[in-house]
């Protein structure tokens, strides 16, 4: 089965700095990857997915990601962070019909 | 465009008792899913439908039924709820989910079992 780490439970970063946020993927096979974001008491929305192509994956409110299949990751970034970006994010995998998720990563932003 | 609509939003079970919480979407998607949210877990599939008339156990589908008699409908179902069951369900929908389309989620329901 697959499995997805995301290696930070949570990560603290002050406004306008640098974000990256972690996880890896465990399946050799085919697999799509995905980040999510999910506000407080709100459901999961899709901030990018990575399907075939292109490595580097940009999203929506300035988030892109890099698939990496040696190191089989799939990082997220952003350079410069806005308070509202805080919130928590997910990334997943997608293998058959089954998406795997990670357990989360909470990004607060400092102002 | 309603999207996934998740009821109801909250509530609150004794052990032993029974529910359904009710999924549907209004997107003419084919694959629906049942998810459980658990603090510090992430998601975990319980349940998932291909299209009416097909489901198909996830990740942790016991102490759970599904079933899919419409394209729109997708109800998860609870017979005797446990303590365990507490946590918060996402139901979400997609059209395909193998290429170019994407999982909608519901706003979730919040169940708590005392």
């Known amino acids: 089965a697959q499995s997805v780490t995301q290696l930070d439970s949570q990560v603290p970063v002050f406004e306008e700095a640098p974000v990256e946020l972690r996880c890896n993927y465990s399946?050799?096979?085919?697999?799509?990857l995905f980040w999510y974001v999910q506000y407080p008491n709100q459901g999961l929305q899709l901030l990018l997915k990575?399907?075939?192509?292109?490595?580097l994956v940009k999203g929506i409110n300035g988030f892109e990601a890099e698939f990496n299949k040696s190191q089989t990751s799939f990082h997220l970034r952003k350079p410069s962070v806005h308070i509202s970006d805080t919130a928590e994010y997910f990334c997943?995998?997608?293998?058959?019909?089954?998406?795997?998720f990670g357990t989360g990563t909470s990004l607060t932003v400092i102002p | 465009n309603a999207g996934v609509t998740q009821t109801p939003k909250f509530r609150i079970l004794k052990i032993g008792q029974s529910m359904t919480l009710q999924c549907a979407q209004d997107?003419?998607?084919?694959?629906m899913y049942w998810y459980r949210q658990d603090p510090g877990m992430g998601l975990k599939l319980i349940y998932y439908?291909?299209?009416?008339?097909?489901?198909d156990k996830g990740e942790v589908p016991n102490g759970y039924n599904v079933s899919r008699s419409t394209t729109e409908d997708f109800p998860l179902r609870l017979e005797l709820a446990a303590p365990s069951q507490t946590s918060v369900y996402f139901c979400?929908?997609?059209?395909?989910?193998?290429?170019?389309?994407?999982?909608?989620f519901g706003a979730g329901t919040r169940l708590s079992v005392l």
């Open positions: 979400a929908s997609s059209l395909d989910p193998t290429f170019k389309n994407i999982q909608y």
């Open positions: 399946s050799s096979v085919s697999v799509y």
């Open positions: 990575y399907l075939s192509g292109s490595t």
């Open positions: 997943a995998a997608l293998t058959g019909n089954q998406f795997y």
């Open positions: 997107m003419n998607h084919n694959y």
């Open positions: 439908s291909v299209g009416a008339g097909i489901t």
